[in-house]
């Protein structure tokens, strides 16, 4: 089940509600924006303490700004191969790799709901 909140301080009273029944976790952040990819390990710590198993997709978005970016692509690679999340460039005011990002958290989050239904089934009491 995919849903969508801002990083907004004006949404957080609403972020709790949308981690119920979470199968996929995707954050954003400004290739551009080096206080942006900073606030990643922030956003990941929330998501895994209210959802530790599901998949996360990290996203460098802007890509359409790749000249000005302040975060090597290499090191935001580095750091999801460690943590073993996904990653994906896109740019939403061009539309790259927008589709790409969304089928492939489509795709994780039907994998993962199968597999917790599965486990499920196999260790119900």
Not at 3 to 23: H, I, N, V
Not at 62 to 67: P, S, V, W
Not at 91 to 106: E, I, P, T
Request: some cysteine; charged content about 25%.
């Amino acid at each position: 089940m995919l849903k969508y909140t801002g990083g907004q301080e004006m949404f957080t009273y609403l972020r709790p509600k949308y981690y119920a029944g979470a199968t996929c976790a995707v954050i954003v952040y400004d290739i551009t924006n080096q206080s942006s990819s900073d606030e990643i390990e922030i956003w990941v710590n929330e998501v895994v303490s209210k959802c530790p198993d599901i998949p996360i997709v990290v996203c460098g978005n802007k890509f359409d700004l790749n000249e000005a970016r302040s975060i090597e692509k290499e090191v935001m690679l580095e750091y999801t191969k460690l943590h073993k999340f996904d990653y994906v460039e896109s740019s939403a005011l061009s539309g790259f790799n927008v589709d790409k990002l969304f089928h492939h958290a489509r795709r994780l989050s039907h994998q993962y709901g199968d597999d917790m239904l599965k486990f499920r089934k196999e260790y119900s009491l």
